[in-house]
T-cell receptor
Framework: DAKTTQPPSMDCAEGRAANLPCNHS???????VYWYRQIHSQGPQYIIH???NNETNEMASLIITEDRKSSTLILPHATLRDTAVYYC??????????FGKGTRLHILP | DSGVTQTPKHLITATGQRVTLRCSPR?????VYWYQQSLDQGLQFLIQ???????AKGNILERFSAQQFPDLHSELNLSSLELGDSALYFC????????????FGPGTRLTVT
């Protein structure tokens, strides 16, 4: 079973920041938070991962709370191409990926 | 484009038949993973190979088998097909045995009639 809880869907206006929350209250000390997304029926795409510190790359930022029980993926300037299902995954580096249901993000023009 | 290729893109076959799905990983990647995505089960991990050896197993049925060849491409064999095997099958690759990032291919859509 997935160790994360995400809202089933969210809307965001084009050009605004999309903030996708994820709860992972049972995360253990050596587990990372990963985010992947899947644009309609395409293969999932890795976005970002983090352990304790906030992380940023060219696609997104990941904010992890100090107690590590929740995190937020931020897409700074959402475009229509960001419409996708976003998966928050918690796992050790060695573990297999268990995908939950994710959040369906709709970017509105 | 992730660099992972899968063939064929679409496959339609009848119940009871056997099919083979093929995956070529990104250049330099030694691990190959197979996933199944169906409407009712979501995206599920099936099996991982690393440098030709099976490394991890997920919810893979006994009717399914996979292998990774010396050139690192992988094949997923599905036999005695049932209607419920209709799904998208994704292959992913990564550099090491355990990597932060997996790169997914475009998938093979299997329809069993």
């Amino acid at each position: 079973d997935a160790k994360t809880t995400q809202p089933p869907s969210m809307d965001c206006a084009e050009g605004r920041a999309a903030n996708l929350p994820c709860n992972h209250s049972t995360i253990s000390g050596n587990e990372y938070v990963y985010w992947y997304r899947q644009i309609h029926s395409q293969g999932p795409q890795y976005i970002i991962h983090g352990l304790k510190n906030n992380e940023t790359n060219e696609m997104a930022s990941l904010i992890i709370t100090e107690d590590r029980k929740s995190s937020t993926l931020i897409l700074p300037h959402a475009t229509l191409r960001d419409t996708a299902v976003y998966y928050c995954i918690v796992k050790n580096r060695d573990d297999k990926i268990i995908f939950g249901k994710g959040t369906r993000l709709h970017i509105l023009p | 484009d992730s660099g992972v290729t899968q063939t064929p893109k679409h496959l339609i076959t009848a119940t009871g038949q056997r099919v083979t799905l093929r995956c070529s990983p990104r250049s330099g990647d030694l691990s190959v993973y197979w996933y199944q995505q169906s409407l009712d089960q979501g995206l599920q991990f099936l099996i991982q190979y690393y440098n030709g050896e099976e490394r991890a197993k997920g919810n893979i049925l006994e009717r399914f088998s996979a292998q990774q060849f010396p050139d690192l491409h992988s094949e997923l064999n599905l036999s005695s097909l049932e209607l419920g095997d209709s799904a998208l099958y994704f292959c992913a690759s990564s550099v090491g045995q355990a990597s932060y990032e997996q790169y997914f291919g475009p998938g093979t859509r299997l329809t069993v009639t």
